[in-house]
């Protein structure tokens, strides 16, 4: 399984970024897709992930802001970050967790000025 990740950049506290991570390769069910963020001199921590029936997690300094979602037809989700503040930025990584085994996609920066 292979993740590719998109989305990130630069926007203004306030503002919103749409990060996508497609996944190729085998994705058998029950899985486990989402994103992680670290940011500079921090640990990588969950943003959000969701599962092969839709259910949730979401990181608390997130929640309310953060949607993830999925399209399995595409091997495909998205994370919608809305109400981005300083401290949303990070790289965030595509995450999946399939048959016992993690995935990492690249990280994409995401950057947000204050």
């Known amino acids: 399984v292979q993740l590719q990740a998109s989305g990130g950049g630069l926007v203004q506290a306030g503002g919103s970024l749409r990060l996508s991570c497609a996944a190729s390769?085998?994705?058998?069910?029950?899985?486990?897709m989402g994103w992680f963020r670290q940011a500079p001199g921090k640990q990588r921590e969950l943003a959000a992930i969701?599962?092969?029936?839709?259910?949730?997690e979401y990181a608390n300094s997130v929640k309310g802001r953060f949607t993830i979602s999925r399209d399995n037809d595409k091997s495909t989700w998205y994370l919608q970050m809305n109400s981005l503040k300083p401290e949303d930025a990070a790289v965030y990584y595509c995450?999946?967790?399939?048959?016992?085994?993690?995935?990492w996609g690249q990280g994409t920066q995401v950057t947000v000025s204050s």
């Open positions: 969701i599962s092969n029936v839709g259910s949730t």
């Open positions: 390769g085998s994705i058998d069910s029950p899985n486990i």
């Open positions: 995450y999946a967790y399939v048959r016992g085994r993690t995935y």
